[in-house]
């Protein structure tokens, strides 16, 4: 099964706070992905990446910045919270087909 | 519209039980998925299952790409499929893995 780890498991900040989540794959897989998970409205894609420098936007992109910096390191940064964005954040990453999931970071903005 | 929809929204069962999953999508661009949602949040792939019937233990899902609905049946329930199952389709047609999940079906399985 692929690894995918993530950074912080929870957060808790501020409105108008700055926020960096972390995502590390270690199977080298190309694509990656950062999801948001809210009841009644399952999971919606923020951001999602082809390789290192890529960045591709998804359906919710709004308030959130994302960086690749290298094939194993995807970054979400939120640099202005706000409590809408309370959440629990899922990264995960591909070859093709299948995705695997990280853990989660649950982020509570105040 | 909502592009994947998922029946029920929820179903509790009897350890023993079989279950059946709904899944109806709006897109002919598919490439859909299975997920299972464990209680505590950790999310794992069941199937990859663009078309056609898959296997995997208890699980079996079935894709009818051009009736648009795929279906995951669970035979003899355990406890430990309780959680949040949920499909996703690729709808961009391309592979991008750019996901369009459904809300979920919460399942609860009594012993």
């Known amino acids: 099964e692929a690894a995918v780890t993530q950074s912080p498991r929870n957060k808790v900040t501020v409105t108008g706070g700055n926020v960096t989540l972390s995502c590390r794959q270690t199977?080298?897989?190309?694509?990656m992905y950062w999801y948001r998970q809210d009841t009644g409205h399952g999971l919606r894609l923020i951001h999602y990446?082809?390789?290192?420098?890529?960045?591709q936007i998804g359906d919710v992109p709004d308030g959130y910045k994302a960086t690749r910096t290298t094939q194993e390191d995807f970054f979400l940064l939120l640099e202005l919270a706000s409590p809408s964005q309370t959440s629990l954040y899922f990264c995960?990453?591909?070859?093709?087909?299948?995705?695997?999931f990280g853990p989660g970071t649950r982020l509570l903005v105040l | 519209g909502q592009q994947v929809q998922q029946s029920p929204a929820s179903l509790v069962l009897q350890e023993g039980e079989n279950a059946e999953l709904q899944c109806n999508f709006s897109?002919?661009?598919?490439?859909l998925q299975w997920f299972y949602q464990h209680p505590g949040g950790r999310l794992v792939s069941l199937f990859y299952?663009?078309?056609g019937t898959k296997h995997t233990g208890r699980l079996t899902s079935t894709t009818v790409t051009n009736e648009r609905r795929s279906s995951l049946h669970i035979s003899s329930s355990q406890t430990t499929d309780s959680g949040t199952y949920f499909c996703?389709?690729?709808?961009?047609?391309?592979?991008?893995?750019?996901?369009?999940f459904g809300h979920g079906t919460i399942l609860r399985v009594h012993p």
């Open positions: 995960a990453s591909s070859v093709t087909g299948t995705q695997y």
């Open positions: 199977n080298s897989h190309n694509y």
């Open positions: 990446s082809y390789g290192a420098g890529n960045l």
């Open positions: 897109s002919t661009a598919t490439r």
């Open positions: 299952n663009p078309s």
């Open positions: 996703a389709i690729d709808r961009t047609g391309a592979n991008t893995g750019k996901l369009t």
